[in-house]
């Protein structure tokens, strides 16, 4: 217990009053023989016992009345030294959670807006003289202001301006925050409010550090809690959790086929709930459909298409309605669409007499899967040159390069024509800059001269150094091990069928050894563990090498369409899609770009129209870091003077880990995680918060009490004076 003027607790010294009345008065009189008092005498004795036990429980009595009314002008409460009273000035402070469950309507208003009510009514019923401090919290906490903590008029504008992020709900920086708030308060009574609708994630995710964290608070304020949900409605909801389309290369002049993929998340049914599809926000272009029911639990995927008419990255926005929260409602996806792919192949083994001899065969077809009549007319344009043809100008207009079979130079193999040191330099700048290439092993490759050419010697550009041949025996084929592809990767699909098994099926009977080090990543194995897909990163493009080769030379893999066809068209994905790669976060993570030119200034524009201040480039390479992003939607970071529509955009989508789960824990829950009983609190329920500061004060009942006591105390003393 505690007490708000524990000065006047002095006031109680006033017992000693009635004390010393009653034992050190004592009337002044002098002894008269008189002859009749001897008959007295008597009588006196027989009624003393009584008359001091009266007297002594009316001294107690008026000794109890003074120290009731010295207790009730110190105000005493029942949480503490500081805990507040009626008239007794605040420092609070609210916490609110904005992560997006709070945008759930379970009834007229949505959870976030019956915060702000309740928020407003304590604010109303504040005593004079209190500070006010308020900080959002999702995943991380915000400290809102008001910039003076006394200024309660910008406390009310800023409850009044909330918003909720796409974050997912944890309360522990939010109480980590406010105990460092209460430092910044000047009184002893503190109250930290929590406006939160008790999502069970909110709690679990670290629920040893919060009830530490509730422990320290409580020790130093008033914890209470207010419910902002209505426990006895569950929520409804179906969620958009991904958009997928074909493994190809989104390209103009197509309605691309996507799939919309809905999970109900929520314990009940939710029916006819509306999808729908759009790109760039044409809204005249969007395709919608209606879907008639889905069960709890149930991820049901709707089939819609996007009309592609423009190159360039393009945002994918799906959305859905019908359900009752709408923070996971809408998806936007970054897709880099193509109008043309450039393809060059550098022919190691060129063959003009017979084509299906020479290296470049089977990867030409498996990129072109078109009639011969329809190649002038397919998005994807390959050139195949011979090395001694390939000069650097070819690469200008390329976006993929393979190199197969093809020499390090004009050395390696008498005879055969290799690269020439201006392509190679030019290459390694090609990569460097966003292109992708891919190298394919076969008898001109000489390890060491690649090795000192296009490896650690020279431009550095293999994944690994190169080693010698391994061969073997067509009863002992080398098999590719599917099951070995590295998660994640592009490639991870061949983990499962129909990838696995005709890949698995494919025999080899000659691979390149190489050299495992940190410098690149091996994609997939051999069953026998040596490395077979590898692959780089270097600078903004990627390096694709294969131990094998990409003919029928060492095996027949090219000839297995299910495995090497797909391997194809996923790399060719791959690096044509690597415009998008980046560009779709989550909310709370950071968004990281290279930009051209590192001088300038750059500035973020989030999905609010809000812009922030991001400075230069910084580190090696030079990138633009943006870490302000708890909303969902489409992101721009803009340099110096640059028109929005020509800056580049990032998607973020909800963190759908707020709805994988959106049971709300019942007070008993909550104590039994904190260990404590909090004071707990309705949203929308205004007379109980105005009243909850009244109901921590016991003055009342304490002044209740002295009146019954005086009335006591009255009576008695009418008793004990009355003649018998």
Same mark, same amino acid.
């Given at each position: 217990?505690?007490?708000?003027?524990?000065?006047?607790?002095? $006031?109680?010294?006033?017992?000693?009053?009635?004390?010393?009345?009653?034992?050190?008065?004592?009337?002044?009189?002098?002894?008269?023989?008189?002859?009749?008092?001897?008959?007295?005498?008597?009588?006196?004795?027989?009624?003393?016992?009584?008359?001091?036990?009266?007297?002594?429980?009316?001294?107690?009595?008026?000794?109890?009345?003074?120290?009731?009314?010295?207790?009730?002008?110190?105000?005493?409460?029942?949480?503490?030294?500081?805990?507040?009273?009626?008239?007794?000035?605040?420092?609070?402070?609210?916490?609110?959670?904005?992560?997006?469950?709070?945008?759930?309507?379970?009834?007229?208003?949505?959870?976030?807006?019956?915060?702000?009510?309740?928020?407003?009514?304590?604010?109303?019923?504040?005593?004079?003289?209190?500070?006010?401090?308020?900080?959002?919290?999702?995943?991380?906490?915000?400290?809102? $202001?008001?910039?003076?903590?006394?200024?309660?008029?910008?406390?009310?504008?800023?409850?009044?301006?909330?918003?909720?992020?796409?974050?997912?709900?944890?309360?522990?920086?939010?109480?980590?925050?406010?105990?460092?708030?209460?430092?910044?308060?000047?009184?002893?009574?503190?109250?930290?409010?929590?406006?939160?609708?008790?999502?069970?994630?909110?709690?679990?995710?670290?629920?040893?550090?919060?009830?530490?964290?509730?422990?320290?608070?409580?020790?130093?304020?008033?914890?209470?809690?207010?419910?902002?949900?209505?426990?006895?409605?569950?929520?409804?909801?179906?969620?958009?959790?991904?958009?997928?389309?074909?493994?190809?290369?989104?390209?103009? $002049?197509?309605?691309?086929?996507?799939?919309?993929?809905?999970?109900?998340?929520?314990?009940?049914?939710?029916?006819?709930?509306?999808?729908?599809?759009?790109?760039?926000?044409?809204?005249?272009?969007?395709?919608?459909?209606?879907?008639?029911?889905?069960?709890?639990?149930?991820?049901?995927?709707?089939?819609?298409?996007?009309?592609?008419?423009?190159?360039?990255?393009?945002?994918?926005?799906?959305?859905?309605?019908?359900?009752?929260?709408?923070?996971?409602?809408?998806?936007?996806?970054?897709?880099?669409?193509?109008?043309?792919?450039?393809?060059?192949?550098?022919?190691?083994?060129?063959?003009?007499?017979?084509?299906?001899?020479?290296?470049?065969?089977?990867?030409?077809?498996?990129?072109?899967?078109?009639?011969?009549?329809?190649?002038?007319?397919?998005?994807?344009?390959?050139?195949?040159?011979?090395?001694?043809?390939?000069?650097?100008?070819?690469?200008?207009?390329?976006?993929?390069?393979?190199?197969?079979?093809?020499?390090?130079?004009?050395?390696?193999?008498? &005879?055969?024509? &290799?690269?020439?040191?201006?392509?190679?330099?030019?290459?390694?700048?090609?990569?460097?800059?966003?292109?992708?290439?891919?190298?394919?092993?076969?008898?001109?490759?000489?390890?060491?001269?690649?090795?000192?050419?296009?490896?650690?010697?020279?431009?550095?550009?293999?994944?690994?150094?190169?080693?010698?041949?391994?061969?073997?025996?067509?009863?002992?084929?080398?098999?590719?091990?599917?099951?070995?592809?590295?998660?994640?990767?592009?490639?991870?699909?061949?983990?499962?069928?129909?990838?696995?098994?005709?890949?698995?099926?494919?025999?080899?009977?000659?691979?390149?050894?190489?050299?495992?080090?940190?410098?690149?990543?091996?994609?997939?194995?051999?069953?026998?563990?040596?490395?077979?897909?590898?692959?780089?990163?270097?600078?903004?493009?990627?390096?694709?090498?294969?131990?094998?080769?990409?003919?029928?030379?060492?095996?027949?893999?090219?000839?297995?369409?299910?495995?090497?066809?797909?391997?194809?068209?996923?790399?060719?994905?791959?690096?044509?899609?690597?415009?998008?790669?980046?560009?779709?976060?989550?909310?709370?993570?950071?968004?990281?770009?290279?930009?051209?030119?590192?001088?300038?200034?750059?500035?973020?524009?989030?999905?609010?129209?809000?812009?922030?201040?991001?400075?230069?480039?910084?580190?090696?390479?030079?990138?633009?870091?943006?870490?302000?992003?708890?909303?969902?939607?489409?992101?721009?970071?803009?340099?110096?003077?640059?028109?929005?529509?020509?800056?580049?955009?990032?998607?973020?989508?909800?963190?759908?880990?707020?709805?994988?789960?959106?049971?709300?824990?019942?007070?008993?829950?909550?104590?039994?995680?904190?260990?404590?009983?909090?004071?707990?609190?309705?949203? $929308?329920?205004?007379?109980?918060?105005?009243?909850?500061?009244?109901?921590?004060?016991?003055?009342?009942?304490?002044?209740?009490?002295?009146?019954?006591?005086?009335?006591?105390?009255?009576?008695?003393?009418?008793?004990?004076?009355?003649?018998?």
């Amino acid at each position: 217990m505690g007490f708000l003027s524990p000065w006047l607790l002095l $006031g109680g010294l006033a017992v000693s009053v009635p004390l010393v009345l009653h034992f050190f008065y004592r009337a002044r009189y002098r002894k008269l023989p008189w002859a009749a008092m001897t008959f007295l005498k008597q009588s006196i004795e027989q009624t003393s016992r009584r008359l001091r036990f009266q007297e002594f429980v009316l001294l107690l009595l008026r000794c109890a009345a003074l120290l009731l009314l010295a207790l009730a002008l110190a105000r005493p409460t029942f949480s503490g030294a500081t805990a507040g009273g009626r008239g007794e000035s605040v420092d609070a402070i609210f916490i609110f959670d904005t992560s997006y469950s709070m945008t759930a309507r379970d009834g007229e208003k949505t959870r976030l807006e019956r915060a702000k009510d309740a928020a407003a009514t304590i604010l109303d019923n504040l005593p004079g003289n209190s500070t006010i401090q308020i900080i959002g919290c999702a995943d991380r906490a915000v400290e809102l $202001g008001p910039q003076s903590p006394r200024n309660l008029d910008q406390a009310r504008q800023i409850v009044a301006n909330l918003e909720p992020t796409a974050l997912a709900t944890d309360l522990l920086p939010g109480l980590t925050e406010a105990y460092a708030g209460l430092d910044r308060g000047a009184g002893t009574n503190k109250e930290v409010y929590v406006f939160t609708d008790m999502h069970k994630l909110g709690w679990d995710r670290q629920s040893a550090a919060i009830r530490g964290k509730c422990e320290e608070l409580k020790q130093r304020a008033t914890l209470l809690l207010v419910r902002c949900g209505n426990p006895e409605r569950p929520i409804r909801n179906v969620g958009i959790t991904s958009i997928t389309y074909p493994n190809d290369i989104p390209h103009t $002049g197509t309605r691309m086929p996507c799939a919309v993929l809905l999970r109900n998340t929520g314990k009940e049914s939710v029916r006819n709930v509306t999808v729908a599809l759009e790109v760039d926000g044409k809204q005249q272009e969007k395709e919608s459909e209606t879907v008639p029911e889905i069960a709890p639990g149930q991820a049901f995927p709707v089939n819609l298409t996007a009309k592609l008419d423009a190159a360039g990255p393009r945002v994918l926005t799906a959305t859905v309605t019908g359900d009752d929260l709408p923070g996971d409602n809408r998806l936007d996806r970054i897709v880099s669409v193509r109008e043309t792919v450039r393809v060059v192949i550098v022919d190691g083994r060129p063959d003009f007499r017979d084509p299906k001899e020479s290296a470049g065969h089977y990867v030409r077809n498996a990129i072109l899967p078109v009639k011969s009549s329809d190649v002038d007319n397919y998005f994807i344009r390959v050139e195949a040159v011979p090395a001694d043809e390939a000069g650097p100008a070819l690469l200008g207009n390329c976006d993929v390069c393979f190199l197969l079979d093809v020499p390090a130079s004009n050395a390696d193999r008498p &005879g055969i024509p &290799g690269l020439s040191r201006e392509f190679v330099d030019r290459l390694s700048e090609f990569v460097k800059s966003g292109g992708g290439l891919i190298i394919g092993s076969g008898e001109n490759i000489v390890p060491a001269r690649y090795n000192q050419i296009l490896g650690s010697g020279g431009v550095n550009l293999l994944p690994f150094d190169l080693e010698g041949v391994s061969l073997t025996t067509p009863e002992k084929p080398f098999k590719i091990a599917p099951e070995t592809t590295d998660v994640p990767s592009y490639l991870e699909r061949f983990q499962q069928e129909p990838f696995r098994t005709v890949t698995a099926d494919a025999d080899l009977s000659k691979v390149l050894n190489v050299k495992p080090a940190a410098t690149g990543r091996v994609l997939m194995r051999l069953a026998d563990q040596k490395p077979f897909l590898c692959s780089r990163t270097v600078g903004d493009g990627e390096v694709i090498f294969i131990a094998g080769s990409m003919d029928d030379k060492w095996g027949n893999w090219p000839s297995k369409t299910g495995s090497f066809l797909s391997f194809i068209d996923m790399t060719l994905t791959h690096f044509s899609s690597k415009a998008a790669r980046g560009a779709n976060v989550t909310a709370g993570d950071p968004i990281v770009w290279t930009p051209l030119d590192a001088t300038k200034n750059f500035d973020l524009m989030r999905p609010d129209g809000k812009r922030v201040k991001l400075g230069k480039a910084s580190g090696v390479p030079p990138v633009v870091t943006a870490s302000d992003t708890p909303l969902a939607g489409v992101y721009r970071i803009l340099a110096d003077n640059q028109d929005v529509k020509a800056a580049p955009q990032f998607c973020v989508s909800p963190n759908l880990s707020e709805t994988d789960d959106l049971t709300d824990l019942t007070n008993s829950e909550v104590e039994q995680i904190l260990g404590f009983k909090p004071v707990f609190l309705e949203a $929308g329920t205004p007379e109980g918060i105005a009243t909850e500061r009244a109901k921590r004060e016991w003055t009342v009942w304490v002044l209740l009490a002295l009146f019954a006591l005086a009335l006591g105390e009255s009576v008695w003393a009418w008793f004990c004076g009355k003649a018998w």
